[in-house]
């Protein structure tokens, strides 16, 4: 045999070798945009990227840091626009149906159908998924975002017992004050505020009027004595704040309650994340608990990612590979052990998981057949986008100001007249 016959021969057999590498899979690249940038997220991150790799893919890591996934969402936009898509990106909530209305995403009904993702989904989390009856969002997980994460050991040095009212938070929150620690950690940030407003609202004025105001944009429940007391509440836990909040970021306030510098944060289970990064046992070096006034009620977040059109067969195979390895429950469970969440597929085996994941999960099915499963607004769950940016910008003023409870409510009514 020539020698260039017999090099042609090696290099068809190299190239038959890495495109039928794993299981006579093809090998194609994914690019995945997230903001999974905190100690808890990134560990998640890498179970993603592992069972990728499993499939015999590539990983091309597209993370945009800052907390709530505004930065990613702008970039993402710059990146759709100028053409250059990623292979999947971070995206939830009624942001799946603007994306669906753009005409780039691909259907996967397919993977979708083989998998059973009907059969394994809650019907809360498969509408969010399809776009025109069609599966165009794949879940990850969900989220509850009214928890409130306590150190005990603050509590206990302060005398405060753990409030289940927003009346007793006060109470305990002055004691823990007066003892010389930080009461509330938190992080000045537009989206935090929201996160902690989003949970004083619930407690306030319960989960009926949560959805009228937040999911239905009701004018008389936005403009209402309910909204007044929710914001004169949020004035309350505003005092119990540190000077240093301003644009601190949200894992960094959590790290305060771990350290036993702060006593509270009012965060969603993604803080749990961090607990568990640290090596931190609930029940035990931290209470999670439902913020004041929320118990049964379970405002939710679900994860998931978005597929961009592929042309490229090597790129369709992966991005297929993808979305049905995030569905198989192997992924689910050690993605949720460290991201803080639980699964979004039905029927899991929850015995690795701790006491606030048991938690989550029984709220989870418990308040959606009493009502008081409501989506998170301040976590893209409830509303179109602009009307979001619209209710932050008043919920951050308000924190920045000395605007009246009354004056915050007028402005939420007209923030939905104005985007809606
Ligand atoms: C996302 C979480 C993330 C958190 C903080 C939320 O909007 O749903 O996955 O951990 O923001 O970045």
Known sequence: MSIQRSFARSVVACAVGSLFAVGGALAGEVEVLHWWTSGGEAKSVVELKKILETKGHKWKDFAVAGGGGENAMTVLKSRVVSGKPP????????????????????????????????????????????????????????????????NPEVFKKAGAKIPTTWDEFAVAAEKIQKAGFVAVAHGGQPWQDATVFESVALGVGGADWFNKAFVKLDTGALNSPTMEKSFATLRTVQKYIDKDAANRDWNLATAMVINGKAAMQFMGDWAKGEFTAANKAPGKDYICAPAPGTAGAFTFNIDSFIMFEQKDPEAKKAQADL??????????????????????????????????????????????KSGKLVPSWAHGMAMPSAVQGAMFDVVTQFMNSNMSPKDAAAKMAAAVKAKG
């Open 323 to 368: 979305a049905a390895a995030i569905m198989e429950p192997q992924f689910q469970e050690v993605f949720n052990l460290n991201k803080g969440s639980i699964p979004a597929r039905s029927g899991m085996d929850m015995a690795k998981f701790d006491q606030c994941a048991k938690d989550s999960t029984s709220e989870f099915q418990s308040s959606s």
């Open 87 to 150: 292979t999947a990106a971070q995206v939830k909530g009624p942001s799946i149906q603007e994306w669906g209305a753009e005409g780039v995403l691909t259907q996967m009904d397919g993977v979708s159908k083989a998998g059973n993702w009907d059969g394994l989904l809650p019907a809360v989390v498969s509408n969010v998924m399809k776009y025109q009856g069609h599966y165009v969002a794949v879940p990850v997980n969900v989220h509850r975002v009214n928890w409130m994460w306590a």
